[in-house]
């Protein structure tokens, strides 16, 4: 009799084994894929951002370097190796959290897992061998996977979801990035930095929706300039194959005469949806909405002993969520405190330069009736930016009038994302801006320009 079993193997699921392992809880988790570390490790986060870093530095040899008094000559493209350093980082890792697995004594079972009852989940391994696992509680931790374009055969060759654009066997003359999100813009800038033409489609009048406005106009307007083409208010309404390549039919959101895009590849890229499928979840009468997201309260679904997180519920569908809801899960069945501050959760994307948010923005807090004062600082005024030849982009820090806490902060610039450390510390405590601007910064760094956005809360910025 286990203490907890739980369905799903990704970041969600094993931080929530490792922590229930360490508390003294009999555990046992189940993955299907054979390796653990679920869509982020496996065909997500991870090798995106390895080959975010490669292409960073395949194009900094060419375009970086020369400024910086740096002269390369005879700069060329290994897409294996590139190719080979990306798996070669996520084999490691995916080692990595198996032998976390034994170190703290929790059972890892490859194989689907369903709910026969809230006390039992039956395992199909690979072969097809069954094995039936009794246990007190069980976490759902089935996370997410791309949502299908209606109409549009994914080939995983050339009409790829994120999983196909990490593995392109070659470069694409042409790439059309259908959804103009974070994996569309991430993988769009990783192709279109190794030599690809590629244009981003998205049925919205703008890229990233749900960010900070004035964020994502700057950071279109960057990657414009870096040659990244953008179709706002427009929607793929059919992909056809003409010889060796494909032709793209978009129409204007709001009707209008269809237009055709030629491509090499198509990069699908327009949404998840949670994974529950098969799942014995309306057998044992779990409620899910009418998208497919399973129904919690405070981790809890209606069904005493099961409890699900990450992906597969409501909130960010982002992997430190989940990891938080894991953990708070393994807490609480151990008897100790569980609790996830949702408004305190950074989003990164990382592209170059970066875009991370923190918090509520302008366009939240307007809607939610909230005074609220702002503070911004460029990076063109930032002494290492300048240095660094990093200059793109800004802070923008947002308080709450009647309680004088930060509420919101988003950030557009190189290596940001490392910077949502401090801001998160920050909420958590209930810190005021001017909290952030008495807090001394070493000179000279990037962060100085949180420091900086802070001041200008209070209308003392000192270096712009």
């Keep these: 009799m286990y203490d907890l079993v739980i369905i799903g193997g990704g970041p969600g699921g094993y931080n929530c084994a490792i922590r229930a392992g360490q508390l003294g809880l009999k555990t046992a988790i189940v993955e299907k894929r054979g390796k653990l570390g679920g869509t982020c490790l496996n ?22 370097f020369p400024s910086m008094g740096v002269r390369v000559t005879g700069v060329s493209l290994d897409l294996p190796q590139m190719l080979k350093q990306k798996d070669d980082s996520v084999d490691g890792l995916t080692k990595g959290v198996e032998f976390l697995m034994k170190k703290n004594k929790v059972d890892y079972i490859k194989g689907a897992g369903r709910i026969v009852s809230a006390g039992s989940v039956e395992v199909t391994a690979i072969d097809g061998a069954k094995q039936m696992l009794a246990t007190k509680n069980i976490v759902i931790a ?71 406005s004035e964020i994502s106009t700057t950071f279109q307007r960057v990657l414009k300039k870096q040659g990244i083409k953008f179709e706002l208010g427009h929607k793929v309404v059919g992909v056809e194959r003409a010889g060796a390549g494909l032709l793209v039919s978009i129409e204007p959101a709001k009707g209008g005469a269809a237009r055709t895009l030629e491509a090499d590849v198509v990069l699908v890229a327009i949404g998840r949806k949670p994974f529950t499928a098969n799942l014995g979840l309306e057998s044992v009468g779990v409620r899910m909405d009418a998208r497919g997201f399973v129904e919690t309260d405070h ?51 990382y592209t170059d330069p970066e875009v991370a948010c923190i918090g509520k923005s302008e366009e939240e807090l307007k809607a939610a009736g909230v005074e609220y004062k702002v503070g911004k600082f460029p990076f063109m ?19 709450d009038v009647a309680n004088k806490r930060v509420v919101g902060v988003h950030m557009l610039g190189s290596g940001v994302g490392e910077m949502t450390g401090e801001i998160a510390v920050a909420m958590e405590f209930g810190a005021s801006a001017e909290d952030i601007a008495r807090t001394c910064h070493a000179h000279p760094t990037m962060s100085e320009a949180i420091r900086e956005a802070a001041k200008g809360v209070d209308g003392w910025t000192m270096q712009a």
């Excluded at 065909?43 to 970086?64: D, M, N, Q, R, W």
């Design 142 to 212: 089935t996370g997410s996977v791309p949502t299908d374009l209606p109409g549009i055969a994914i080939d995983e060759e050339q009409i790829v979801t994120s999983t196909g654009a990490l593995s392109l066997p070659q470069v694409p003359q042409r790439m059309v990035v259908v959804g103009a999100g974070v994996i569309g813009l991430e993988l769009g800038s990783v192709w279109r930095r190794l030599g690809a033409d590629v244009t981003v489609v998205e049925f919205l009048d703008r890229i990233t929706p749900g960010m900070d």
């Design 43 to 64: 065909v997500g986060c991870i090798p995106s951002k390895a080959l975010l870093h490669a292409s960073e530095y395949f194009e900094a040899a060419s375009k970086t």
């Design 381 to 399: 005024a930032n002494s290492r930016a300048r240095t660094n030849h990093e200059t793109e982009g800004f802070v923008k820090v947002l308080e």
């Design 299 to 349: 981790f809890k679904t209606n069904v005493a002993g099961i409890y699900a997180i990450g992906d597969c519920t409501l909130g960010p569908m982002l992997a430190h969520k989940a990891e938080e809801e894991g953990i708070a899960v393994a807490q609480m069945l151990a008897g100790k405190w569980g609790h996830v501050n949702y408004d305190a959760i950074p989003n990164v994307i």
